[in-house]
């Protein structure tokens, strides 16, 4: 989904894509799956599960297994352009807390990223 996105993005623009990610149903969202987006400063561009995210710095959010995620995604774009995250995130869908993985990856040309993950 990372992938397409990427090519969504160059299509479109980061701001229309963006928006795209953010809209419920479709492409986009497939069950618990969905796009999340920030810039490298910590502020959330687009949120797949929850829009109260969206033009927020998050750089400071934590993960429910204490993890510095939102630096720890941006680090991993910054440093190795894509790779895998392992945390624990409440489900959009039960409220629970869920193991999840996701794919980052540095958006060409954007002072950003995009990823997407999967509870385990």
């Known amino acids: 989904m990372v992938q397409e996105a990427l090519i969504h993005i160059k299509e479109v623009g980061p701001e229309k894509a ?47 297994d204490g993890q510095p995620f939102v630096r720890n995604i941006i680090e991993i774009a910054k440093t190795k352009g894509s790779g895998w995250i392992k945390y624990q995130w409440p489900h959009p869908q039960t409220n629970k807390i869920e193991n999840k993985q996701a794919w980052v990856a540095k958006i060409p040309g954007y002072d950003g990223l995009v990823a997407s993950g999967a509870y385990q």
């Open 18 to 64: 963006f928006e795209d990610f953010s809209t419920p149903g479709g492409k986009w969202h497939k069950k618990d799956i969905y796009l999340f987006c920030y810039k490298f400063d910590g502020t959330n561009v687009c949120q797949g599960a929850n829009k109260a995210f969206i033009g927020k710095n998050l750089i400071d959010i934590k993960s429910a």
